[in-house]
Each structure stands twice: as structure tokens, then as C-alpha cells.
């Protein structure tokens, strides 16, 4: 079954410094999703990418954070100065053309901001 | 409270036995989606329902909607101990493209 592949599972990182977070969705998704799990918290939406344009952003997702597909496999979530409250589980997920329905979630990159 | 509430937060039944989770919400939904997640691993999708559906099934899976509450239920029929996981309903609000809204979840343990 195909998979979103995100990468990589676990990183570490300085407050301050800049992260890039991974992820190959499935080859024939047209949409394009990160979500975040702040430990014992709720999943929360940050972006939608469609077209090669934002479609939808939440409040979360401020001007330290950008979405980008370099090439026609992967999509990118960068945070530019990490801080302490970035740390989460970042998800990013994938969904079909026009016609609404579930969608495939990676499993997670685990980003620790010490 | 907030769009997609889950009750119980935590529920725990003996194999066999059939699991109901319930989901309420506060504003007009174009679709509702159930979501599992196991300790530390990614969401996997189970199940969606349309605004204009009352109810679906998917295996071992019942959910139903009924918009005038603005609620949903998921039941589990015939647990297993590999259902013992996370299950979370998300909403995709009338209006928006396709941002889910989750709710806090529910933790089911299935004892064997």
C-alpha cells in the first residue's frame, strides 16, 4: 500500500538554528498537508500546498515557518530559528484530487529544540 | 469546548467486546473523519463520513453522524488487542478546503 514517507524520524536541534523537515507523499496526491503534535496535545493543522501555492495556513504557521516542493517527489516543511516551543511530532499527509477523502498521514518526524 | 470533542478520554473493555467512542462538534462540517493512532506512530485513517451521510460501515467499524447534534460515534465491534490505540475525529469545516480539526482523542485499551 503506498506510504508518506517523512524524514527524518527524530532530530535535534539548537534554539536558533534552522531544521528542514522531509517528506515524500504518495506519487499521485495532488494535496499536501503538515500537521504538528505538541506532546499530550492535540493535532494541529498548520498548512495545506496545492498547486504549488499555500492553499490554507493556521495561525501557528507564522512567518518563521515555509512549505516547499524543490521537485516533483518531495515536500519540505522548514522552521527558520527553532525555539523551545517548536518541539512536537510533525506530520505531513497527503490526499487525492478534487473528490474528498481520508487522508494519508506520515509517520511523524519528532523534532526536539533544546 | 472546541470543534471535535471526544468522551470517554479513556476507555477500557476485554476482548470482545464491542467499543463506542463519541465525537461532538460545535460548527457545520462538510465531513467528519475518524483517525487511529498507535503509541508514538502516525494517524492512520479508518474511516470518513459526508455531512449528508447518517451512517457507514467499514469492516468492524460503525460510525454514524447525526448533524443536528452535531455528533458522531464510532463503535468497534468484536475488540481485539490490536485495536488498543488512540482514535481521534476530525472535521473538515463548511467553507474550508480541507484542514482538519482534531479532537483530543480517546485512548481504548482492549484487555485479553
Known amino acids: 500500500e503506498p506510504e508518506v514517507t517523512q524524514t527524518p524520524s527524530h532530530q535535534v536541534t539548537q534554539m536558533g538554528q534552522e531544521v528542514i523537515l522531509r517528506c515524500v507523499p504518495i506519487s499521485n496526491h495532488l494535496y499536501f498537508y503538515w500537521y504538528r503534535q505538541i506532546l499530550g496535545q492535540k493535532v494541529e493543522f498548520l498548512v495545506s500546498f496545492y498547486n504549488n501555492e499555500i492553499s490554507e495556513k493556521s495561525e501557528i504557521f507564522d512567518d518563521q515557518f515555509s512549505v516547499e516542493r524543490p521537485d516533483g517527489s518531495n515536500f519540505t516543511l522548514k522552521i527558520r530559528s527553532t525555539k523551545l516551543e517548536d518541539s512536537a511530532m510533525y506530520f505531513c499527509?497527503?490526499?487525492?484530487?478534487?473528490?474528498?477523502?481520508?487522508?494519508?498521514f506520515g509517520s511523524g518526524t519528532r523534532l526536539t529544540v533544546v | 469546548s472546541q470543534q471535535g470533542e471526544e468522551d470517554p478520554q479513556a476507555l477500557s473493555i476485554q476482548e470482545g467486546e464491542n467499543a463506542t467512542m463519541n465525537c461532538s462538534y460545535k460548527t457545520s462540517i462538510n465531513n467528519l473523519q475518524w483517525y487511529r493512532q498507535n503509541s508514538g506512530r502516525g494517524l492512520v485513517h479508518l474511516i470518513l463520513?459526508?455531512?449528508?451521510?447518517r451512517e457507514k460501515h467499514s469492516g468492524r467499524l460503525r460510525v454514524t453522524l447525526d448533524t443536528s447534534k452535531k455528533s458522531s460515534s464510532l463503535l468497534i465491534t468484536a475488540s481485539r488487542a490490536a485495536d488498543t490505540a488512540s482514535y481521534f475525529c476530525a472535521t473538515v469545516l463548511s467553507g474550508s478546503a480541507r484542514q482538519l480539526t482534531f479532537g483530543s482523542g480517546t485512548q481504548l485499551t482492549v484487555l485479553p
Open positions: 499527509a497527503s490526499s487525492e484530487g478534487q473528490k474528498i477523502y481520508g487522508y494519508t
Open positions: 463520513i459526508r455531512s449528508n451521510e
